[in-house]
C-alpha cells in the first residue's frame, strides 16, 4: 500500500487554466474517484499523475518519493485507459506481457505474473486470443490485468467503462470493486458517471473548472453538499433548487414557503437564498409540513420507480418515487427537516 500527496498542482494549456490549485492527500489502499462535468480537468490530473503530462507547478509525493520529474515506467504507476489500448496482432498473453519484456523480466516470471492475474480476473481460457475475438467486457479486463503483471503501488483509471453497455458497466463495476478488496493498492479512477462515484470510491474529489468543490465520502457529498454545484452534480435526478426571495422571508428563522409558514430554529435567514430538496424526499400525500399543488408534467415509468415531474409557478419540482401518481394536479409534501439552504453565491448555509 502507498500513500499518495498532491500539493499545490497547476497546469494551463495557454490562457486555459485546466488545474488550479489543486491539494489532496489519499491515504494507503483508498479508492479515490476524480468526477466532474467535461473539461473539468479530470483526466489532464490524472495524465499529470502517471507522468504523461507535465506539471507547471506544485508537487507529486508517491509515498515520502517526488516523483515530478520521473518518466511514466520509474512511477511504479499503471494506468488503464478508456480506449483499452490493445495491440491487435498480439494475443491476450503477448498484450499482457509486451510491458514485462520491455522491462527484460525473466520468461519465468513473466508467465508466472500474466496467469496470475489472468486468474484474478478470470480470463485464464483467453490468453491466447486476438483483441478482436474478445467482448468490450473482457478487453476491458485484459487492459486491467496489463496494468495488475507490473504490480504497481498506484492504479489510474481514465473512464474505463465508458465504452460498455449497460449490463456491462454494472458487471465491471462490480469487479474493480473487487479486485481493489483482493489488491488493497491504492485505485484513482476518472469517470462522469455518479453512479460509478458513489458505488466504488471510499473519497469522492468533485472538480469544476480544476478547482475542488469537495472532497468526501460518498454520504457526505450526497447528504451535505458544500454548494449547488455539487448538490445538483450529484444524485440523480438532481437536487431541487428554488430561490426563495427577500418577501418571503417573514423573520430571522421563519420562511414563506408555498403558503406555507415554516420555522427552521438555528438559522438567520437576512437576504434572499436558495432552499434545496432532493427528489426522493418529496412525498405524493399530505405527510410532512411543507405541503404545496402542482402540476403534473411527465411520468417516467422505471419500473421498480417513477421520476415524475411537475411545476409550481416558476418551479420545476422533480419528484423519485414507488406510489402511482395521476397526471392531474396533485398535492406532494417533504419534510422541513430534509431542506437545505443555500446562499445568494450558491455557498450551503449550515
Not at 11 to 37: A, H, M, Q, T, Y
Not at 66 to 77: D, F, M, Q, T, V
Amino acid at each position: 500500500m502507498s500513500k499518495i500527496v498532491i500539493k499545490n498542482l497547476k497546469k494551463s494549456f495557454g490562457d486555459n487554466k485546466v488545474i488550479d490549485n489543486f491539494n489532496i492527500d489519499i491515504r494507503d489502499g483508498e479508492f479515490i474517484v476524480l468526477v466532474g462535468p467535461s473539461g473539468c480537468g479530470k483526466s489532464t490530473l490524472l495524465r499529470m499523475i502517471s507522468g504523461l503530462e507535465s506539471v507547471d507547478e506544485g508537487e507529486i509525493f508517491l509515498d515520502t518519493k517526488l516523483i515530478n520529474n520521473l518518466i511514466p515506467s520509474k512511477r511504479e504507476i499503471a494506468m488503464v485507459f478508456q480506449s483499452y489500448a490493445l495491440y491487435p496482432h498480439m494475443n491476450v498473453f503477448e498484450n499482457m506481457s509486451f510491458g514485462l519484456k520491455m522491462e527484460k523480466i525473466p520468461k519465468k516470471e513473466i508467465h508466472e505474473k500474466v496467469n496470475n492475474a489472468a486468474i484474478t480476473l478470470q480470463i485464464e481460457d483467453l490468453l491466447k486470443r486476438k483483441p478482436k475475438q474478445l467482448s468490450g467486457g473482457q478487453r476491458q479486463r485484459v487492459a486491467i490485468g496489463r496494468a495488475i503483471t507490473r504490480n504497481p503501488k498506484v492504479f489510474l483509471f481514465d473512464e474505463p467503462l465508458s465504452n460498455l453497455d449497460a449490463a456491462l458497466r454494472s458487471e465491471m463495476r462490480v469487479e474493480i470493486s473487487k479486485l481493489h478488496k483482493k489488491l488493497n493498492s491504492n485505485i484513482i479512477y476518472v469517470t462522469h458517471d455518479q453512479i460509478e462515484a458513489m458505488t466504488l470510491a471510499d473519497r469522492i474529489v468533485v472538480l469544476n473548472k480544476g478547482i475542488i468543490e469537495q472532497f468526501g465520502t460518498p454520504n457526505e457529498i450526497y447528504s451535505n453538499p458544500n454548494n449547488i454545484f455539487v448538490a445538483e452534480f450529484i444524485g440523480s435526478p438532481k437536487m431541487n433548487i428554488i430561490k426563495i426571495k427577500n418577501e418571503q422571508i417573514i423573520n430571522s428563522n421563519t420562511l414563506d414557503l408555498f403558503d406555507n409558514k415554516i420555522t427552521f430554529e438555528n438559522y438567520d435567514f437576512k437576504d434572499e437564498m436558495y432552499i434545496g430538496i432532493r427528489p426522493e424526499h418529496i412525498s405524493l400525500k399530505n405527510d410532512y409540513e411543507i405541503q404545496m399543488k402542482v402540476e403534473v408534467d411527465l411520468v417516467e415509468n422505471l419500473g421498480s420507480e417513477k421520476i415524475i415531474y411537475t411545476k409550481q409557478l416558476n418551479n420545476q419540482i422533480i419528484i423519485k418515487s414507488s406510489e402511482n401518481i395521476n397526471e392531474q394536479p396533485s398535492n406532494i409534501s417533504f419534510p422541513k427537516d430534509k431542506v437545505l439552504f443555500f446562499d445568494k453565491y450558491e455557498n450551503r448555509i449550515r
